[in-house]
């Protein structure tokens, strides 16, 4: 038993919502903003630091990336979002930023759980293509059709642009309580468009378009979050066309995207507090590991999910933990003023780096992953797991992104993590990065590789379908040939056509 008095009280998600992978409540985001009133008018261009990174370097440039500084709002339980206008007049919306798809989808009609929508009949410039277009998430789905029009980003890049846009005119659990948002902006590769990749994604019609490097990069200032808000505070940063500086510190570690789908990358071991759970490595990245901005939770395939749950429970101070604290359907509580965290170990990720010999760590603290959610009666506060358990994969969602500034460098195709400057809280930084270190010790290659696209599979199901049957006539005949005469009236092994196929 800990020295704290904790007490578990049941979560139930009729009372709180869920969001993408967990629970949607008023949580208030630690306010780690960045200073920089004195320097909003600096203009800057796209300049290499020596890695092809593009930066914000130089006063005569044309792109304003502290423009883009703290554009976000929200937080990890309800999904970071930023304004947009689309359509002519521009209809001012708030999109969710999902590095975890790639369609591009606003509410074209009314729902109980949003307020406003895109009115496509409003715009002067919107065209339907003809084609409708249904999408499932982790939770929640979509239907609707694909149109063209215009949109702005009123924090981003200057101008307009025309975009693919897929008009949502049905859902379910798509649109939840208490969110402010009114669509998705899928920030992935066009392999996941839908309803097919010839569907241009978004950002790639801005790199198009606008002529910027093919490189984007987030800061999530969720870090050290809690539930005495019910206002939207500033929530952090999309920075289009390449990366601030003054949002993190140090330098940026890079891995490979081994496939452009999902931004999939190659996970190497896992480490709780200093113990290695000594798993195969392609344990971590079955069937893939991806960084997904729209994903609540570290979610882990099941074998690494229980191995984890197995180590943070024997390098705890509270060995009497419920299971239902692991599983989500929990919560702890302590009495009001205490805090949990220093009762958790710290959890660490080894991504295979650019120098596929090496790796690095990134690490959070407990202060990521047992997360304050709300208080009972004044009484006491509650914290919730922000790690599960997932059946599609390891998937590297805002509990750890909210530590880390991440760099999504398209055109050299990697990933980058540097420490946020957002990710502190009471002083102490919430997230540690470090290397290189040898990667020897593992595999060559730990990928699984990237899964068919839903639509292959329903074509390779058709074929082996097709196949089984024939293959069932053919036996049918071989048991029971058909007895064909020659001329002689003679039964011949030579008349039998499964014999010549079989021969």
């Given at each position: 038993?800990?020295?704290s ?8 998600s ?10 949607v ?7 780690g ?5 004195s ?15 593009s930066?914000?370097?130089?006063p ?9 500084v ?22 001012k ?10 369609n ?18 409003l715009?002067?410039?919107?065209q339907?293509?003809?084609r ?6 982790t939770?929640?789905?979509w ?14 890049p200057?101008?307009?642009?025309v975009?693919?846009?897929a ?10 309580p208490g ?7 899928g ?7 839908r ?14 378009q ?9 800061q999530?200032?969720?870090a050290?979050l809690?539930?005495?808000s019910?206002?939207?505070p500033?929530?952090?940063s999309?920075i ?5 500086p ?5 330098s ?7 496939e452009e789908w999902?931004y ?21 990245n079955m ?5 997904d901005?729209?994903t ?21 101070l ?13 919560y702890?509580?302590?009495?009001k003023g ?14 295979r ?12 603290l ?8 709300t ?5 006491l ?12 994969g390891?998937v590297?969602?805002?509990?750890v992104m909210?530590?880390?500034y991440?760099?999504f ?14 990710a502190v ?12 270190f040898s ?9 699984v ?7 292959l599979w ?23 040939p058909?007895?064909?005469r020659?001329?002689?009236g ?6 039998s ?7």
């Amino acid at each position: 038993m800990a020295y704290s008095t904790f007490i578990f009280i049941f979560a139930f998600s009729s009372y709180f919502g869920v969001s993408k992978c967990s629970f949607v409540i008023p949580l208030k985001i630690y306010p780690g903003k960045l200073n920089v009133s004195s320097e909003l008018s600096r203009r800057v261009v796209l300049a290499a630091d020596g890695t092809g990174l593009s930066l914000a370097s130089d006063p005569t440039g044309t792109v304003d990336f502290l423009d883009m500084v703290d554009n976000l709002q929200g937080d990890s339980g309800r999904g970071y979002y930023i304004e947009m206008a689309l359509g002519n007049p521009g209809q001012k919306v708030n999109i969710l930023v999902d590095t975890g798809s790639s369609n591009f989808a606003v509410a074209a009609a009314a729902h109980p759980f949003i307020t406003h929508y895109f009115n496509t009949a409003l715009s002067s410039t919107y065209q339907s293509v003809g084609r409708t277009v249904a999408v499932r998430y982790t939770q929640g789905n979509w239907e609707g059709e694909l149109g063209i029009d215009s949109v702005s980003i009123p924090n981003g890049p200057n101008g307009t642009f025309v975009i693919n846009i897929a008009a949502i005119l049905s859902s379910e659990g798509f649109f939840l309580p208490g969110i402010n948002w009114q669509g998705i902006l899928g920030l992935a590769y066009p392999m996941l468009a839908r309803p097919d990749p010839s569907v241009e994604p978004f950002f790639n019609s801005l790199v198009q378009q606008l002529g910027i490097p093919d490189i984007f990069s987030l800061q999530m200032c969720g870090a050290g979050l809690s539930a005495s808000s019910t206002a939207d505070p500033t929530g952090g940063s999309l920075i289009i066309g390449g990366a601030e500086p003054a949002l993190y510190q140090g330098s940026v570690w890079y891995t490979p995207i081994v496939e452009e789908w999902y931004y999939q990358v190659e996970v190497l071991k896992l480490e709780v507090g200093d113990q290695n759970l000594d798993l195969d490595c392609r344990e971590y990245n079955m069937d893939k590991a991806i960084v997904d901005s729209g994903t609540t939770l570290l979610r882990l395939p099941a074998n690494v999910f229980n191995a984890v749950v197995d180590a943070i429970t024997r390098t705890s101070l509270i060995q009497d933990f419920s299971s239902g604290f692991w599983d989500g359907s929990k919560y702890a509580c302590w009495l009001k003023g205490e805090t949990p965290w220093r009762f958790f170990p710290k959890l660490s990720i080894y991504l295979r780096a650019t120098n596929t010999s090496q790796s690095f760590r990134i690490t959070i603290l407990p202060q990521l992953y047992i997360q304050p959610i709300t208080d009972v009666d004044g009484t006491l506060d509650c914290f919730r797991f922000g790690l599960s358990s997932s059946a599609n994969g390891l998937v590297i969602g805002a509990t750890v992104m909210e530590g880390f500034y991440t760099v999504f460098d398209r055109a050299q195709r990697r990933v980058g993590f540097a420490l946020s400057n957002c990710a502190v809280s009471g002083g102490v930084a919430l997230s540690e990065i470090a290397g290189p270190f040898s990667a020897a010790d593992v595999a060559a290659n730990c990928s699984v590789g990237p899964q068919k696209d839903p639509l292959l599979w329903m074509i390779s199901y058709a074929l082996m379908a097709v196949c089984a049957v024939i293959l069932i006539i053919l036996l049918l005949l071989l048991v029971l040939p058909c007895r064909c005469r020659s001329r002689s009236g003679e039964i011949t092994d030579e008349s039998s056509l499964v014999r010549h196929r079989i021969k």
